[in-house]
């Protein structure tokens, strides 16, 4: 039985006063062997957010089947209103759980970010700036990597075939690069040569790194609204990054950029003394009168366009094969080349 008239019905919501979405899918089960620092990880990460962003940032926590000392502290955070969002899931997968994140929301921005990254000073105010400066910008990763020059930015590559306005340069932060190889237990994740150059583009004053990364990313939220899927049937890995996070983004004719900068460390997870005094250093360097980047709309791919620079080009000219002219193309030497892993 029912009596009276819901009163919110047919009411249309207000606008929301949130511009950045970040969402972190937070997978703890226990505290010992793999996971034994983890929780520690995890605060440091969170700790380093709450101290580097603006008041328009709305965090979305989603608890993916973690154990109960970690819910108790993810529940605590949201009591005292560190968080705006704690959604609770078991065990579902990492891209389900982000899915989980981003639905019933409307943001300009959505960052997606693993729960071990630092956030350094001015990650969000770099991240706007590629999206001002580079219109095509669908996302925006600030942990620059010279081995992403090939890995879904073919329309990049399309676009700036022949441009000046591509090509090799010095890396900025090569101890960056260097640390992120460490925290993935990789000492010669980087050959010499891509810790002293990457693939870049320029526009206007500002430079930005070809190609992004998954573990920390800022997408144009609009590339979500017609996902391929949702569902993935992976809990890591497998196809899931590639066919909800990467493919939409160039199908819609978007770029991957990366910052030309380091702004987010990737800890790994095992705890080191250096992240607390990192931690310490971190400050808000946007406030209320932070300039929000102009997202242009751009045209959209139809059929045609997508097939040619996503399939066709591809195909025929990022082969393998291909990929020691195309280097050269934009600036490095044979033995440069020799030496430079993709």
Not at 12 to 31: A, G, R, S, W
Request: aromatic share 14%.
């Amino acid at each position: 039985m029912r009596v009276g008239f819901n009163p919110n019905k047919d009411k249309v919501q207000k606008e929301f006063d949130y511009y950045h979405q970040v969402v972190i899918p937070v997978y703890i089960p226990e505290l010992n062997n793999y996971y034994k620092d983890s929780l520690e990880i995890l605060k440091i990460s969170l700790e380093s957010l709450f101290k580097t962003i603006h008041p328009k940032t709305f965090l979305t926590l989603v608890n993916n089947g973690s154990c109960n000392i970690v819910v108790k502290y993810l529940e605590n955070l949201l009591s005292e209103k560190k968080i705006h969002e704690l959604i609770h899931t078991d065990k579902i997968g990492k891209l389900n759980a982000i899915i989980k994140g981003i639905v019933g929301h409307r943001f300009k921005l959505i960052t997606i970010v693993d729960a071990d990254v630092m956030f350094l000073n001015s990650w969000q105010e770099a991240t706007y700036t590629i999206f001002e400066d580079f219109p095509k910008a669908g996302v925006v990763s600030t942990t620059p990597s010279s081995r992403s020059l090939f890995t879904h930015t073919q329309n990049i590559w399309f676009d700036l075939f022949f441009s000046k306005r591509m090509k090799f340069t010095e890396v900025k932060n090569s101890e960056a690069l260097k640390m992120f190889a460490d925290s993935v237990g990789d000492e010669y994740f980087y050959s010499s040569i891509q810790l002293k150059k990457y693939l870049t583009i320029k526009s206007k004053n500002t430079y930005a790194v070809v190609g992004a990364g998954h573990f920390m990313a800022t997408y144009r939220a609009d590339i979500f609204n017609e996902l391929p899927a949702l569902y993935s049937e992976y809990l890591l890995g497998g196809n899931s990054e590639a066919e909800l996070l990467d493919i939409p983004v160039i199908k819609k004719g978007y770029w991957r950029l990366s910052t030309l900068d380091n702004y987010t460390y990737h800890l790994g997870n095992v705890i080191e003394d250096w992240m607390f005094s990192d931690l310490n250093n971190s400050i808000s360097t946007l406030n209320e009168g932070f300039k929000i980047p102009n997202l242009s709309p751009i045209k959209q791919n139809d059929f045609l366009r997508n097939f040619i620079k996503n399939k066709l080009f591809k195909k025929l000219f990022l082969r393998r094969k291909f990929r020691p002219f195309l280097m050269k193309l934009k600036g490095l030497s044979k033995e440069e080349i020799k030496n430079y892993k993709c």
